[in-house]
């Protein structure tokens, strides 16, 4: 069994896409104690990473990872988060879409479609 992943940020003070961020895609290993990564990119100008793990996901945890501190640094922006970690759990085949909603001093996300 293997999913697709996307994610899509949008810049909650701008209300607009926050386009140039590097997001990365991590596994849990087998032991259980360390992350593999498996999948990166960046967003593109609508603020979207549309295949972010080319061979798919398969079932178990998994961590999208946003590097936010350098998207608010090149904006001149003084943000409280150099990154934002999501941890997630795939437990069936089917498409997974995990949206980040951005501001220097907070995010917030769910489980889109």
């Known amino acids: ?3 697709s992943l996307s994610t899509h940020v949008l810049d909650a003070v701008r209300g607009a896409p926050a386009p140039g961020i590097a997001v990365e ?3 849990r290993t087998a032991s259980g104690n360390d992350w593999e990564t ?3 990119g960046v967003t593109d100008d609508d603020g ?5 793990v080319p061979d798919g996901l398969a079932p178990g945890e998994h961590r ?3 590097a936010t501190g350098a998207f608010f640094e090149r904006a001149g ?4 988060y150099p990154e934002v970690a999501i941890t ?3 437990d069936e085949e089917r498409h997974y879409h995990v949206p980040l909603l951005l501001s220097p ?3 917030s996300t769910y489980r889109g479609s």
């Open 105 to 107: 001093f907070a995010f």
């Open 64 to 66: 999208i990872v946003f």
């Open 38 to 40: 498996i999948g990166s």
């Open 88 to 90: 997630f759990v795939v």
């Open 48 to 52: 979207r990473v549309t295949a972010l």
């Open 25 to 27: 895609v991590h596994t």
């Open 1 to 3: 069994m293997t999913s």
């Open 77 to 80: 922006v003084r943000a409280f």
